[in-house]
């Protein structure tokens, strides 16, 4: 299984960004797909969930509004669009799967991880 995170980079506050998380051996639309986010010296947060049945989805208040999930099923692929970009935005964001999503928000529930994207939001 992998999960593949690509699309950071440096961005002016008030920019876009998209992100996307390839995935490998799982077929992501049987699991529940999220995006989290550390900065630095922080816990890794969670920031936005796309569900496998219905394709809902959920958000942190700090990002509603402002970044959307998406996921494009024959290409085992899932997005993270991010307008509006603020300087706290800027972290390391990860993709993850996670088989039964009993708990979207916590970083224990999940089974696989990609590696992060860094994404720097200058001021």
Known sequence: VQLQAYGGGLVQAGGSLRLSCAASGVTISRYVMSWFRQHPGKEREFVAVIRWRGGSTGY????????????????????????SLKPEDTAVYYCAADRFGLSV?????????????????SS
């Open 60 to 83: 942190a208040d700090s990002v509603k509004g402002r970044f959307t999930i998406s996921r494009d099923n024959a290409k085992n692929t899932v997005y993270l669009q991010m307008n």
């Open 105 to 121: 928000v916590e970083v224990t529930s999940y089974d696989y991880w990609g590696h992060g994207t860094l994404v720097t939001v």
